[in-house]
């Protein structure tokens, strides 16, 4: 759709010149490009010690000297001393689509003050954010009181391919030239750009979600040059990227029941219904109705879904939207459901969404015939209907995208020489799955799991047994040693469930 004993296994450094091409890998052929940090004002950074420049890349890696574009750059730079200095570490926070330009700060949180010994670099991958230029194809495309995702009659089918078909064509109107070069790879590209203009040999690299899957590609493409690299919710590379949709279709579904479950259980609070299926029956109950008659001529059944998707990724959500749930059933307040969806989506800008349809559309192929993705949608829709068609509708304009899809770059990590994975084993918006395989990938890899953990890409959110451990490997290289077998390699239990008071 958009967190024991250890080993000592310290990651080696390269003699190699900046820009060097080794192992038959791929390197930029930008050159060393220059890079000035001034003053952060007008950038969507709020650390006062951030420094925030562009750097310009090329458009297109295969003609360096040809059109160019500008990366919005954030740094918060080390405060360590020279001998414990570890270099800088770039950050992507997902999507894709995701403005990085804050996590410029992420090493704040890096328990023991570790994260004072890097240089952090925050940044806006291109076509997003304040990256320029960035992309925009509908601004409204996430109005209020949008069709029904699912298609319960022909029209309501056609209503959204009409709308997915617009908004493909919208982007090609605008964007003709920049939505041809928005791949995973083309991303990995402008990362190795970024170290040789940071005069690094090599950098660390810390990925959340979709940001694992740039961390991988440019892992395949550069090894040589990443120093250390944790990644938290890994991206399956051998499902890019329509079969990840559908798997987080299932996925999403799962976690939906964990949260009416626990709604059940806290019943004396929220008054929802005692059991799993009774909570279920009143909030599909809710989003007919919604259909039927929208609330307030704003709030129906697509807010209300966009809404309440939040509940599968992030466990610290459930007593909020618990709230909100309660209060539309007994007494029909529906704003605090619409103020929800207002908060998750951008109603009036539509950048971060286009830079996810632009690189989805173009890192792999997807279906050619829409029959194909209408019968997949209905299947899994039938046993898993919480967010099926929202999904369906969300990735739909790849079906009419303007740039050409490409082969997905082949992921080995058998250069890597380091790395440290981190995932909850009931993640929905990366199953598990992934990151088992991303181990496999990355012989030298090791993977925190959390059994039982339902919350996406929440390191350094509080959980000691995994982010004292992100904090030893950031320090040291150190990383739990390789158990034998396909599984995790260290186990922490994931934050409690949250407890409504009041």
Known sequence: MTVAVVAAITAATSSLPVGAETNGHASTSAGTRSLSFGSCDGFNVYDSRARCGFLVVPLDYAHPNGPTIKLAVSEVPHTSSAADYQGAI????????????????????????VGGDYDWIGFDPRGVGQSKPALHCLRHYFHFDRPDYRPRTAHLMQVWKDRSRHYADACAEKHPNLIQHLTTADSARDMDALR???????????GFSYGTYLGQVYASMFPS??????????????????????????????????????????????HLGQTTKAVRERWYAALNTLAAHPAGGKLGPAEWTDAYLYAGYYRSTWVSLGNAFSRYVHGGHWRPTANFYSSSTD????????????????????????SRWRDDSRRVAAKAPFMTWDNTWFNAPCHWWHAPARTPVTIDGSHVRSALLIDETLDAATPFAGSLEVRRLFPNSSLIAEPGGATHADTLSGDGCVDNRIARYLATGHRPPRASGDGPDYLCKPLPDPVPTG
């Open 225 to 270: 040059h990443l120093r250390r690299m944790v990644l938290d919710s890994s991206v399956d590379p051998r499902r890019v990227w329509y079969a990840a949709n559908l798997d987080q279709d299932r996925a999403f579904n799962r976690n939906s029941n964990i949260w009416f479950h626990w709604l059940a259980k806290y019943h004396s609070h929220f």
């Open 347 to 370: 109603r009036s800008d539509d950048n971060s969404y286009a830079g996810y349809l632009g690189v989805e559309c173009t890192d792999a192929h997807w279906p050619a015939h829409w």
């Open 196 to 206: 040789q203009a940071l005069g690094q040999r090599q950098i660390s690299f810390y």
């Open 90 to 113: 770039l950050v992507n926070p997902g999507g894709p689509g995701g403005s990085g330009l804050a996590l410029s700060s992420l090493g704040r949180a890096v328990p023991n003050g």
